[in-house]
């Protein structure tokens, strides 16, 4: 029984190729206007509007996938150019840095060590809490002593400069954001080198004002701002070290005797996950830096003026 089934179905296919090798043979035979091409005009006829109308129907739905897979598309790509535009702005505030000479300095002070990110023993946290209001900007981080963190220890995350540790607790401590009013951050342009102090701008805690700047300081729109490296003499300043991306000139104010501008935070401090806390040990020359100019008494004050906070150098500046 079931080789007459596999028999016949060997017959019928044999059959149909030589029924289909005949209705070819006999359609391109014939005349235009023949039996077998009106038969085909016919089917087309009565095809063709189903067709278009299943095309139509369609369209939506293939468009629809279309824009996701473009969005899925789009995002990444938009992830990758925002990855490199961090490497890239990294790389020239580095090079920035780089063409400012410190020889007298080193020379002056025969400093051989220069306090660097590497200095730091960096502890990554989680943040697990947020407190922003008008005045103040804070957020909790997961960890606290028992990972080496300690009060005034700068934050920092893959954009630029987060904040300072402020309070801690065994397993936890409090990061005072650079938008709150109680943080205030010694900082320079990138290519001029000017330096002044980074403070919330009053009545828009979401921006910064680089305050103190001579008056002829020429700070062109775009300008970056990093840490100086100095710190405000007193016991309760953080020593950043120098180079750190602050933010982004986005105009100048020049009013007064002293120019200052108005600044963009470079990280987005609204959408804090992960941080990284940088600790040093006793001994290390972090601590030891930070504890001399914590020692020294105010002197001449930051732009040759009153600012009402003198700024110790420390030999932190490159």
Same mark, same amino acid.
Not at 134 to 153: F, L, Q, R
Not at 235 to 254: A, C, F, K, R
Not at 294 to 306: A, E, I
């Given at each position: 029984?079931?080789?007459?089934?596999?028999?016949?179905?060997?017959?019928?296919?044999?059959?149909?190729?030589?029924?289909?090798?005949?209705?070819?043979?006999?359609?391109?035979?014939?005349? !235009?206007?023949?039996?077998? #091409?009106?038969?085909?005009?016919?089917?087309?006829?009565?095809?063709?509007?189903?067709?278009?109308?299943?095309?139509?129907?369609?369209?939506?739905?293939?468009?629809?996938?279309?824009?996701?897979?473009?969005?899925? #598309?789009?995002?990444?790509?938009?992830?990758?150019?925002?990855?490199?535009?961090?490497?890239?702005?990294?790389?020239?505030?580095?090079?920035? @840095?780089?063409?400012?000479?410190?020889?007298?300095?080193?020379?002056?002070? #025969?400093?051989?060590?220069?306090?660097?990110?590497?200095?730091?023993?960096?502890?990554? &946290?989680?943040?697990?809490?947020?407190?922003?209001?008008?005045?103040?900007?804070?957020?909790?981080?997961?960890?606290?002593?028992? &990972? @080496?963190?300690?009060?005034?220890? !700068? $934050?920092?995350?893959?954009?630029?400069?987060?904040?300072? $540790?402020?309070?801690? &607790?065994?397993?936890?401590?409090?990061?005072?954001?650079?938008?709150? *009013?109680?943080?205030?951050?010694?900082?320079?342009?990138?290519?001029?080198?000017?330096?002044?102090?980074?403070?919330?701008? $009053? @009545?828009?805690?979401?921006?910064?004002?680089?305050?103190?700047?001579?008056?002829?300081?020429?700070?062109?729109?775009?300008?970056?701002?990093?840490? *100086?490296?100095?710190?405000?003499?007193?016991?309760?300043?953080?020593?950043?070290?120098?180079?750190?991306?602050?933010?982004?000139?986005?105009?100048?104010?020049?009013?007064?005797?002293?120019?200052?501008?108005? $600044?963009?935070?470079?990280?987005?401090?609204?959408?804090?996950?992960?941080?990284?806390?940088?600790?040093?040990? *006793?001994?290390?020359?972090?601590?030891?830096?930070?504890?001399?100019?914590?020692?020294?008494?105010?002197?001449?004050?930051?732009?040759?003026?009153?600012?009402?906070?003198?700024?110790?150098?420390?030999?932190?500046?490159?």
């Amino acid at each position: 029984m079931h080789d007459k089934t596999v028999r016949r179905r060997r017959a019928l296919l044999v059959l149909l190729v030589v029924l289909s090798l005949l209705l070819l043979t006999a359609y391109f035979g014939e005349a !235009p206007s023949g039996r077998l #091409h009106s038969v085909q005009r016919g089917f087309l006829t009565v095809v063709s509007p189903i067709q278009d109308g299943a095309n139509k129907a369609l369209k939506p739905v293939r468009d629809l996938f279309g824009g996701i897979s473009d969005t899925f #598309h789009a995002k990444s790509q938009r992830n990758e150019l925002r990855k490199q535009v961090d490497k890239l702005r990294r790389q020239l505030v580095a090079d920035q @840095g780089e063409k400012r000479s410190y020889h007298e300095l080193l020379t002056m002070f #025969h400093l051989d060590n220069r306090l660097s990110v590497a200095n730091y023993h960096p502890v990554n &946290a989680t943040v697990v809490g947020k407190t922003p209001n008008i005045w103040y900007s804070t957020v909790t981080i997961d960890k606290g002593e028992a &990972a @080496g963190v300690h009060v005034n220890d !700068p $934050v920092i995350n893959g954009e630029g400069l987060v904040g300072k $540790v402020t309070q801690v &607790a065994s397993d936890g401590a409090v990061v005072s954001l650079i938008t709150d *009013s109680t943080v205030g951050v010694s900082a320079r342009l990138g290519t001029s080198g000017a330096t002044g102090i980074v403070q919330p701008k $009053v @009545g828009d805690p979401n921006d910064l004002l680089l305050q103190y700047l001579r008056a002829n300081t020429q700070v062109p729109k775009g300008e970056y701002v990093v840490t *100086s490296g100095t710190v405000a003499a007193g016991h309760d300043d953080s020593l950043y070290p120098p180079g750190i991306l602050i933010g982004q000139v986005t105009s100048v104010n020049e009013e007064s005797a002293y120019t200052s501008v108005n $600044v963009h935070p470079i990280a987005n401090l609204h959408n804090l996950d992960v941080v990284q806390v940088l600790t040093s040990t *006793s001994g290390s020359l972090p601590t030891n830096l930070a504890h001399l100019a914590s020692t020294l008494p105010s002197g001449q004050t930051q732009g040759g003026g009153p600012t009402g906070e003198a700024l110790a150098s420390t030999g932190a500046a490159r």
